[in-house]
């Protein structure tokens, strides 16, 4: 994992109590810390926003980039409330497949499109109707075949945009699977986008943990 939750020694030295005596601060926002807090590196974050928000920074090359972030953010943040996503999947799913995607690269500019495709995965769900993505229980074949459309309207969307085209390729190639099972092209292997494979491993991890209305029952 990106990350590692546990008691603040890595700032200050913690009691036996596991309460640190004296108090630190996040490296981020600078609130005050005690007890259990996000380490990494020797720095204490207040939690996991401000950790994937450190993250982010290195991304950044201009006023620009930052707003240019902050609006991407800001639309996943979104997307994440209308599915009723809890924590902050988009933003978690796409700093951890950055965290991940730097062990095979060191190119800002890939690494950079890595992290938009995979905050911008879901995109296409603007186009997917409630019925449908909020739907308690198993889909039907119709119902299915309307989600599984969502990487295709997301691809539409992002390939507008001359400097987000791989990005765009994450997102059409998100739901594809290395043993040629998923979609919309039923890719295999190294024919799925280096970048999807990545976010693929990363969005599985997530969703053993997450609570995703049209997978019950299915």
């Given at each position: ?84 996503e809890t924590g902050l999947h988009s933003k978690r799913v796409a700093c951890h497949t950055m965290v991940l995607a730097k062990h095979f690269t060191d190119n800002r500019g890939i690494l950079r499109q890595v992290y938009w495709g995979a905050l911008l995965h ?97």
């Amino acid at each position: 994992m990106a990350w590692e939750k546990k008691g603040a020694h890595s700032a200050k030295k913690p009691d036996l109590n596991g309460i640190v005596k004296d108090a630190v601060v996040c490296h981020l926002c600078g609130c005050s810390l005690h007890g259990s807090v996000y380490t990494n590196d020797g720095q204490a974050y207040c939690g996991e926003n401000c950790y994937l928000k450190k993250m982010e920074f290195h991304l950044l090359e201009s006023e620009i980039g930052a707003a240019y972030l902050a609006f991407a953010e800001a639309l996943a943040k979104t997307l994440d409330m209308r599915e009723h996503e809890t924590g902050l999947h988009s933003k978690r799913v796409a700093c951890h497949t950055m965290v991940l995607a730097k062990h095979f690269t060191d190119n800002r500019g890939i690494l950079r499109q890595v992290y938009w495709g995979a905050l911008l995965h879901d995109i296409g769900k603007i186009g997917i109707s409630d019925a449908v993505l909020l739907k308690q229980g198993a889909l039907t074949k119709n119902e299915w075949l309307e989600m599984r459309s969502h990487s295709q309207k997301g691809y539409s969307i992002l390939s507008a945009i001359p400097s987000m085209r791989l990005a765009a390729n994450i997102v059409l190639s998100h739901e594809e699977r290395y043993d040629g099972t998923g979609y919309p092209h039923g890719l295999a292997g190294e024919d799925i986008p280096w970048g999807a494979r990545i976010f693929a491993v990363i969005d599985t991890l997530d969703a053993m943990i997450s609570d995703r209305p049209y997978r019950k029952g299915a």
